[in-house]
């Protein structure tokens, strides 16, 4: 059975930080580029950052660039999303996702998605 576990969720303060992660399992990690995705209320939802299986390549959204810092350990079939800096506007479900052949890309592309952790800062 495929899942993708994810948690660190949590409030906090704007400036503050959290280390989401994300526990797979049930597929090939080594062969999967993960991502993480967010969702505010009434908004859709948005690519944060990805990387990549097949090099280790990270990428991030505009929005999130220096703030945000994606990892992997594949010992443990976890990625990992440090976040700090947090601002009011990060305030979001994150979801992660894995994607198979396509590595890295749009939402729509992805195989698996985990259920989401909910990140909450207030200003």
Do not use: H, M
């Amino acid at each position: 059975e495929v899942q993708l576990q994810a948690s660190g969720g949590g409030l906090v303060q704007a400036g503050g930080s959290l280390r989401l992660s994300c526990a797979a399992s049930g597929f090939p990690f080594d062969d999967y580029a993960i991502g993480w995705f967010r969702q505010a209320p009434g908004k859709e939802r948005e690519g944060v950052s990805c990387i990549s299986s097949s090099d280790g390549s990270t990428y991030y959204a505009d929005s999130v660039k220096g703030r945000f810092t994606i990892s992997s350990d594949n010992a443990k079939n976890t990625v990992y999303l440090q976040v700090n800096s947090l601002k009011p506007e990060d305030t979001a479900v994150y979801y992660c996702a894995a994607s198979g052949v396509r590595g890295c890309t749009a939402p729509s592309g992805y195989d698996y998605w985990g259920q989401g952790t909910l990140v909450t800062v207030s200003s």
